[in-house]
């Protein structure tokens, strides 16, 4: 415990620098605290910046810089970008349509509508939106929560036109809350979401949706609007008898088709093309393949015609006057809030290192 024969030096006698003193700074007002702490907040990239000591006509080309940034990049677009953004569009094309209409089915709406999801948000976004690497449409929790929520209400199936008027309205909702989290600023929100929290939701909504396959690859046309783990199982197994062979042969084939060509792509990286095209090639031959071999008339089902046209003006289908207004006002909040969560996951685990503005991202 130290030699006792030994001369320690004094603290006292080890002479001490005496460094430059910092001052503290005084204590400010209560309210210029308060309104510096919320600018901090609200305006952290501080976007009125740019407008300071600028003629009217420049902040004029500023403003709408900052809420349409395709004005900004347009300019400087190149034909190498175009050549990129082509096949880049092509290949998301060739995800997002079956996509699309496999949202669609989830949330209990027209096959059409899962199409038009799948290309009037991008192409909105691609004037609007703050990231080049995001991508915006439906995502399966949203169609999930949505059939959830609204078929406890209303069904499907019994009214459907009823049912339609509501998910319209709930969309409704959920872009009316999104637009003002961007112009109330309130894109901070994420920092408060737990990456540990997001994570084992994604997981649970994952679990969800696969459990909510069974429905199709079974063949099962009557199955429940529940999301727990033990009403699908007893939905499942109290119908074996309606279990269609056909069905679950044809979606094990095309699964492990896609599983094995997500392998290869990873395998082989400059094959990439091959898992994303995947999707796309499944739905075209397995169309072919139901059509040459008349399937529908051996249990498999079909998604059927689908409506040609552009769809018409929805505005006069929004059900404000139903008595179920304030559920749909609930599953639209509740999809928005959901929507902010999955954007959160997709961005901080996918495109860290990508600068992204929330709140022009919700506008």
């Known amino acids: 415990m130290g030699n006792p024969d030994f001369d320690y030096p004094s603290t006292m006698d080890v002479p001490t620098e005496c460094g430059h003193q910092v001052a503290i700074p005084p204590p400010q007002p209560f309210i210029k605290s308060f309104m510096s702490n919320l600018k901090e907040t609200f305006f952290p990239d501080d ?104 078929g406890k209400e209303v069904n499907p199936i019994e009214n459907p036109k009823l049912y339609l008027h509501l998910a319209f309205t709930a969309t409704f909702f959920a872009g009316v809350l999104q637009l003002a989290f961007g112009f109330l600023r309130l894109g901070f929100i994420v920092d408060f979401l737990s990456h540990a929290t997001i994570v084992g939701f994604m997981a649970g909504a994952a679990t969800v949706v696969i459990l909510q396959q069974l429905k199709g690859m079974l063949g099962l046309v009557h199955f429940t609007s529940a999301t727990d783990l033990v009403s699908v199982m007893r939905s499942v197994f109290n119908q074996t008898h309606k279990w269609r062979w056909e069905s679950a042969v044809l979606g094990c084939c095309f699964l492990f088709f896609l599983m094995v060509t997500k392998y290869f792509s990873k395998r082989r990286p400059k094959f990439f093309w091959v898992s994303a095209i995947a999707p796309l090639t499944s739905v075209i031959f397995g169309s072919l393949l139901v059509y040459f071999t008349h399937a529908e008339n051996h249990g498999v089902q079909v998604i059927g015609e689908l409506k040609k046209g552009l769809n018409p003006i929805t505005v006069t289908d929004l059900a404000f006057g139903s008595p179920y207004l304030m559920t749909a006002i609930k599953t639209g909040m509740i999809t928005a809030i959901i929507a902010l969560a999955v954007s959160h996951f997709y961005y901080f685990y996918f495109l860290p290192n990508i600068p992204l503005t929330f709140n022009a991202h919700n506008v």
């Open 47 to 150: 976007p009125l910046r740019q407008f300071k000591n600028k003629p009217a006509s420049k902040k004029l080309i500023l403003g709408l810089q900052y809420f349409i940034p395709i004005l900004e990049w347009g300019p400087k677009y190149t034909l190498e970008f175009f050549k990129a953004d082509f096949i880049s569009g092509i290949t998301i094309a060739s995800l997002a349509i079956p996509q699309g209409i496999s949202y669609a089915k989830l949330a209990n709406l027209p096959p059409i509508l899962g199409l038009y999801s799948s290309f009037i948000p991008p192409l909105v976004y691609a004037m609007m939106g703050s990231s080049r690497d995001l991508a915006v449409g439906t995502v399966a929790v949203a169609s999930l929560l949505t059939a959830s929520m609204l």
